[in-house]
């Protein structure tokens, strides 16, 4: 397995690559010094073609991450070797006025200051999880440690070690193709999200479970990572037991029918809840900790290569590259029918909008 890790200057990758363990690590911008050392100096050409050798250089290798770069300002310089070269692109997100200071205070990186740090990143990290979409890649997004929920990187670090142990959102979505093909023979497959979408309610809301991790909008395999573990470790340790029969859920009817009869609910929402809804209604379900936005993204887009027409129902961000990779892609409405926050901004052209 080969994984590139992108990021803007000054976010931190060589402070994980250093403490990455059990793998691999190169350094691209010393592996390029080391093939021009006036590589800094050479025009973009020529850096160009010294990016592709050292790119399919390294094809010959196997079992390492690596540090990128996709682009300075609107200058790309991320290359079609660069993307073939990787399994997995992991881009290491900082909040843009972290950026900004640390930029500050580097008299090497002082220069980026020139450009608009949010506007830049999220250049790469659209244009990267774009790449992957289109070419059957793995992206995750990754927060960074020192700001938001982390204390440590431990938990970058065990993801990583999850990688290389087989955790994977697309190889999951390819199962759960695999599965739905085999429980429906017809042209066309109905997918629906499970909270909030085919039911009104949010299933971890039932027993109290509150979350930030999905504050920055991203929805990746590495934040339906630690959902999955945080959320478990509150339901053991509050011991906590939820009845179907107890419980005032409202189940969207016209979707129900749809899925009944030829489709499957795709959900991070709570397990036990919803295998006994599928349970009760005979309807497959798919969840856990590789229910990501990619996920979904992927089971619509080989489908389609199986040649099935796709419905797909959802009501946010975890959703989006579904409903807009699908044939037909339905988004559920909030009660007072405006869209889920998380989609402000986002583009919505040709998306079905349904009441709930």
Not at 152 to 178: M, P, Q, V, Y
Not at 297 to 316: C, M, R, S, T
Request: neutral net charge; aromatic residues 14%.
């Amino acid at each position: 397995m080969r994984m590139g890790l992108y990021g803007l200057p000054c976010a931190g990758k060589t402070y994980i690559l250093e403490a990455v363990r059990n793998f691999g690590v190169l350094e691209g911008s010393k592996m390029l010094l080391e093939l021009s050392q006036q590589f800094h100096s050479l025009h973009k050409d020529e850096k160009d073609i010294l990016r592709k050798t050292l790119a399919a250089n390294l094809k010959k290798k196997d079992n390492f991450i690596m540090d990128g770069h996709y682009s300075f300002g609107d200058d790309i310089v991320f290359t079609e070797e660069d993307g073939t070269l990787y399994d997995v692109i992991i881009y290491l997100y900082v909040r843009p006025d972290i950026l900004m200071e640390r930029m500050r205070k580097s008299a090497k990186n002082k220069k980026y200051l020139a450009y608009d740090i949010e506007k830049w990143q999220n250049f790469e990290m659209e244009n990267l999880r774009h790449y992957c979409h289109t070419n059957d890649k793995d992206f995750y997004i990754i927060d960074h440690p020192l700001q938001g929920y982390f204390k440590d990187i431990s938990i970058i670090l065990d993801f990583i070690d999850n990688l290389l142990e087989g955790f994977s959102c697309r190889k999951f979505a390819e199962k759960c193709t695999k599965k739905i093909i085999s429980y429906h023979s017809g042209d066309t497959i109905v997918l629906s999200d499970g909270d909030k979408t085919l039911s009104s309610e949010d299933s971890s809301a039932f027993v109290g479970y509150r979350t930030h991790l999905f504050d920055g909008n991203f929805y990746t395999g590495f934040q339906s990572w630690i959902h999955n573990r945080k959320f478990y470790d509150f339901v053991n340790e509050n011991h906590c037991q939820c009845d179907l029969g107890n419980l005032d859920i409202h189940l969207n009817e016209m979707i129900l029918r749809e899925v009944k009869a030829s489709g499957a609910v795709l959900t991070s929402g709570y397990y036990e809840i919803w295998k006994q809804i599928s349970h009760k209604l005979r309807i497959p379900f798919f969840y856990g900790e590789q229910m990501s936005a990619e996920t979904k993204f992927f089971i619509v887009k080989y489908l389609q290569q199986a040649g099935k027409k796709v419905k797909a129902y959802g009501d946010g961000m975890n959703d989006y590259f579904m409903l807009r990779q699908a044939d037909i892609g339905c988004l559920m409405l909030k009660k007072d029918g405006t869209i889920s926050r998380s989609l402000i901004g986002r583009e919505l052209e040709g998306i079905v909008f349904v009441h709930n």
